[in-house]
């Protein structure tokens, strides 16, 4: 009797002992923690850790979480929990730098104004209170960034959460604008008007600098400039036409150098005056290509020269005079890329709303042996071609394109990122002494005295390709609304602007945050539950069919009987008829009572199989092991006592 109540004592203290240490582990030991999860998704990649760590004054992080809302929903609660155990991980990282406030704003609370306040977004609840579950920082002078809504239903979203905040903390530690230097060989910045002629207006600016510089603060080079300002931090060539070899080397030396790039080149510009050429009447020698191969190829790629990207299975539908005819069909060398065509595992392209627009756009390969890395960012599908460039020159007929598509059943790359160590395309050194390069007039001699050698041989680049220019221009990705001659606004018609500024904002966040990639997904689905549940679908799907078949049958039927019986029919109705039809309805009613039957039983069967799974994944292993631990320690005792 003695033993039988020690080992009854022994395992109601082993119970109270399991979740007590729980209990207190969880509240005082939050700091203390091992990852055990298979993407590692509470551990901080190396680039976290150091932009953590590079924090010199404080930032302060509020976390908005409404706590009693939350808890009604597992997967908002579990997402919270993992966005605040990362924000401890930041903090823990910073040297005291990084202040983490939680606050939980309650209906009608101070707290609640202040999350109103700061921009948070409210989620209505069905209990009518609002859901606050959102992250603002700031830093010592001021400045701002909001997240003002944590998805939690989208995975997409979640498994950039460390970049995200990563890039929040880097912008905050470092506020000023950045400068991003623009070289181009367009009018970007528009043209002013021809005072011979006085009924035309030159093109306007394009949008995108407009764009660009509500973010950055940005500076116009020429085309023959041979200095890249020496405060740039990123700089963006778009269609570099006939560059002098003084002005690639300049941007040689500043990429080898460790300055970001982004270049934007096309074989076949149609934003070009040269591309817009009469069809009828073509200038000699124009050509509206543009390319930095002599660069691209001693960093390991190139674009595939006067060859554009088809791709018949995102070609953008257009209209076009097919003789006396206006028809409608596919382009394929306009198109129409998302989800499928981006990576999802880079942060320019991961979002999955993400939409871009490319017309006649260049393919991008890498070249053997080389040393650099080339990650597709923007890819075509499998069903693409590559076609003459020359073909575009006279505004062929979209039929004809599609009459001789032939897919070559591969990705074409449209757009890369390129990372690793280069060589200069300069061997020879400095080319000041070259032909093209002295403009104004010195003597030989004093050219070839600057001929010194390049001040760099290789270094270890970091760029962004992008094999077509006309994604640019207005048409591809805005337009403007208007009331006479007063603008409403732009409306967006892709996200290329978006991309444009995601890569620039990418490359300034330095070889740390660009060094983040996307984990794996925090949701951790049932795949045994979801075939479990397929399956059950599928042994009822017949029967349901079946009786929806027979629903449908009995539907005309009444609706046959009645129309027959109706006032005005020429057919004398028999008594029996509105039998008929009664027992019509009848069987319809039972069909629906039997099909509801069905269906109710196929979704009972599901929850009866998944919840049986999730009983032995989430609670019988754990009673096993508690199980355990209670006999081993009422054996323990027991020994003891028999001694």
């Given at each position: 009797m003695e033993?039988?109540s020690?080992?009854l004592?022994?395992?109601?203290?082993?119970?109270v002992?399991f979740?007590g240490?729980?209990?207190?582990?969880?509240?005082?030991?939050?700091?203390?923690?091992?990852?055990?999860?298979e993407e590692q998704?509470?551990?901080?990649?190396e680039?976290?850790k150091n932009?953590a760590?590079?924090?010199?004054?404080?930032?302060?992080?509020?976390?908005?979480?409404?706590?009693?809302g939350?808890?009604?929903?597992?997967?908002?609660?579990?997402y919270?929990g993992?966005?605040?155990?990362?924000?401890?991980e930041?903090?823990?990282n910073?040297?005291?730098n990084?202040i983490?406030?939680?606050?939980?704003?309650?209906p009608?609370?101070?707290?609640?104004?202040?999350?109103?306040r700061?921009g948070?977004?409210?989620?209505?609840?069905?209990?009518?209170?609002?859901?606050?579950?959102g992250?603002?920082?700031?830093?010592a002078?001021?400045?701002r960034?909001?997240?003002?809504?944590?998805?939690?239903?989208?995975p997409?979203?979640?498994?950039?959460?460390?970049y995200?905040?990563?890039r929040?903390?880097?912008?905050?530690a470092?506020?000023?604008?950045?400068?991003?230097?623009?070289l181009?060989s367009?009018?970007?910045?528009?043209?002013?008007?021809?005072?011979?002629?006085q009924?035309?207006?030159g093109?306007p600016?394009w949008?995108i600098?407009?764009?660009?510089?509500r973010?950055f603060?940005t500076?116009?080079?020429?085309p023959?400039?041979?200095e890249?300002?020496?405060?740039?931090?990123?700089l963006?060539?778009?269609?570099p036409?006939?560059?002098?070899n003084?002005t690639?080397?300049?941007?040689?030396?500043?990429?080898?150098?460790?300055?970001?790039l982004i270049a934007?080149?096309?074989?076949?510009?149609?934003?070009d005056?040269?591309?817009?050429?009469?069809?009828?009447?073509?200038?000699?020698?124009?050509?509206?290509a543009s390319?930095?191969?002599?660069?691209?190829?001693?960093?390991?790629?190139e674009m595939?020269?006067?060859?554009?990207?088809?791709?018949r299975?995102?070609?953008?539908?257009?209209?076009?005079?097919?003789?006396q005819?206006?028809?409608?069909?596919?382009?394929?060398?306009?198109?129409?890329?998302?989800?499928d065509?981006?990576?999802?595992e880079?942060a320019?392209?991961?979002?999955?709303?993400?939409?871009?627009?490319?017309?006649?756009?260049?393919?991008?390969?890498?070249?053997?042996d080389?040393?650099t890395?080339f990650t597709p960012?923007?890819?075509?599908?499998e069903e693409?071609?590559e076609?003459?460039?020359?073909?575009?020159?006279f505004?062929?007929?979209?039929?004809?394109?599609?009459?001789?598509?032939?897919?070559g059943f591969?990705?074409?790359t449209?757009?890369a990122?390129?990372?690793?160590?280069?060589?200069?395309?300069?061997?020879?050194?400095d080319?000041?002494?070259a032909?093209?390069?002295?403009?104004n007039?010195?003597?030989?001699?004093?050219?070839d005295?600057t001929?010194?050698?390049?001040e760099?041989?290789?270094?270890?680049?970091?760029?962004i390709?992008?094999?077509?220019v006309?994604?640019?221009?207005?048409?591809?990705?805005?337009?403007?609304?208007?009331?006479?001659?007063?603008?409403?606004?732009?409306?967006?018609?892709?996200?290329?602007?978006?991309?444009?500024?995601?890569?620039?904002?990418?490359l300034?966040g330095?070889?740390d945050?660009?060094?983040?990639?996307?984990?794996g997904?925090y949701?951790?689905?049932?795949?045994?539950?979801?075939?479990?549940?397929?399956?059950?679908?599928?042994?009822?799907r017949?029967?349901?069919?079946?009786?929806?078949?027979?629903l449908?049958?009995?539907?005309r039927?009444i609706?046959e009987?009645?129309?027959?019986?109706?006032?005005?029919?020429t057919?004398?109705?028999?008594?029996?008829?509105?039998?008929?039809?009664a027992?019509?309805?009848?069987?319809e009613l039972?069909t629906?009572?039997?099909?509801?039957?069905?269906?109710?039983?196929m979704?009972?069967?599901?929850?009866r199989l998944?919840t049986?799974?999730?009983?032995?994944?989430?609670g019988l292993?754990?009673?096993?092991?508690?199980?355990?631990?209670?006999?081993l320690?009422?054996?323990?005792?027991?020994?003891?006592?028999?001694r």
């Amino acid at each position: 009797m003695e033993k039988r109540s020690i080992g009854l004592i022994a395992a109601i203290i082993a119970i109270v002992l399991f979740f007590g240490v729980n209990v207190l582990a969880n509240a005082a030991l939050r700091s203390v923690r091992v990852d055990l999860t298979e993407e590692q998704l509470y551990t901080l990649s190396e680039g976290s850790k150091n932009i953590a760590r590079d924090v010199d004054e404080p930032i302060r992080l509020y976390f908005f979480y409404s706590e009693s809302g939350g808890r009604q929903y597992p997967l908002i609660k579990d997402y919270a929990g993992r966005v605040r155990d990362v924000l401890d991980e930041f903090v823990a990282n910073s040297d005291g730098n990084l202040i983490l406030e939680i606050i939980d704003p309650e209906p009608y609370s101070e707290a609640e104004e202040q999350a109103v306040r700061e921009g948070i977004l409210p989620m209505p609840l069905p209990s009518g209170d609002p859901l606050y579950f959102g992250l603002v920082g700031t830093n010592a002078t001021d400045d701002r960034e909001v997240m003002p809504y944590l998805d939690a239903f989208d995975p997409a979203k979640q498994r950039f959460l460390e970049y995200e905040l990563s890039r929040m903390i880097y912008t905050l530690a470092n506020p000023d604008k950045n400068r991003v230097a623009i070289l181009s060989s367009l009018p970007l910045e528009g043209m002013p008007q021809n005072p011979m002629m006085q009924q035309q207006q030159g093109p306007p600016p394009w949008k995108i600098l407009a764009h660009l510089n509500r973010f950055f603060d940005t500076v116009m080079m020429a085309p023959t400039d041979t200095e890249i300002p020496a405060d740039t931090d990123v700089l963006v060539v778009i269609h570099p036409k006939d560059l002098s070899n003084a002005t690639l080397f300049a941007i040689d030396q500043y990429v080898l150098g460790g300055g970001k790039l982004i270049a934007f080149v096309d074989p076949h510009c149609e934003a070009d005056p040269a591309g817009q050429q009469n069809p009828m009447q073509p200038q000699p020698g124009a050509s509206a290509a543009s390319d930095l191969n002599r660069l691209f190829q001693s960093w390991g790629f190139e674009m595939v020269t006067s060859k554009v990207a088809g791709d018949r299975k995102n070609a953008l539908r257009v209209q076009y005079q097919d003789g006396q005819r206006l028809k409608e069909g596919p382009f394929v060398v306009w198109l129409q890329l998302g989800e499928d065509a981006l990576d999802p595992e880079d942060a320019i392209t991961s979002r999955p709303d993400l939409g871009l627009r490319m017309n006649s756009p260049g393919i991008l390969q890498p070249l053997p042996d080389a040393k650099t890395t080339f990650t597709p960012l923007v890819q075509t599908s499998e069903e693409s071609m590559e076609i003459d460039g020359g073909m575009l020159l006279f505004r062929p007929n979209p039929d004809a394109l599609m009459r001789n598509f032939v897919p070559g059943f591969q990705k074409l790359t449209l757009a890369a990122r390129i990372t690793g160590e280069a060589r200069t395309a300069f061997p020879e050194g400095d080319p000041a002494g070259a032909p093209d390069a002295p403009e104004n007039g010195e003597p030989e001699e004093a050219a070839d005295a600057t001929a010194t050698g390049p001040e760099l041989t290789s270094g270890a680049i970091q760029m962004i390709a992008v094999a077509d220019v006309d994604m640019l221009a207005d048409r591809q990705w805005v337009q403007e609304q208007r009331l006479m001659n007063i603008s409403l606004g732009l409306t967006k018609l892709s996200d290329n602007g978006d991309f444009l500024v995601n890569a620039i904002e990418n490359l300034l966040g330095g070889n740390d945050l660009i060094s983040i990639q996307s984990r794996g997904n925090y949701a951790r689905p049932f795949e045994r539950v979801d075939q479990i549940r397929l399956d059950a679908e599928q042994r009822f799907r017949s029967e349901e069919m079946e009786l929806e078949r027979k629903l449908q049958e009995v539907t005309r039927r009444i609706q046959e009987l009645q129309s027959e019986s109706a006032p005005g029919s020429t057919v004398l109705v028999p008594d029996d008829l509105a039998q008929q039809i009664a027992q019509a309805k009848q069987d319809e009613l039972d069909t629906k009572r039997a099909l509801r039957n069905v269906q109710l039983d196929m979704r009972k069967d599901i929850e009866r199989l998944g919840t049986r799974l999730k009983w032995m994944n989430i609670g019988l292993i754990p009673v096993l092991i508690s199980a355990a631990a209670i006999a081993l320690g009422a054996w323990r005792v027991q020994r003891r006592s028999s001694r």
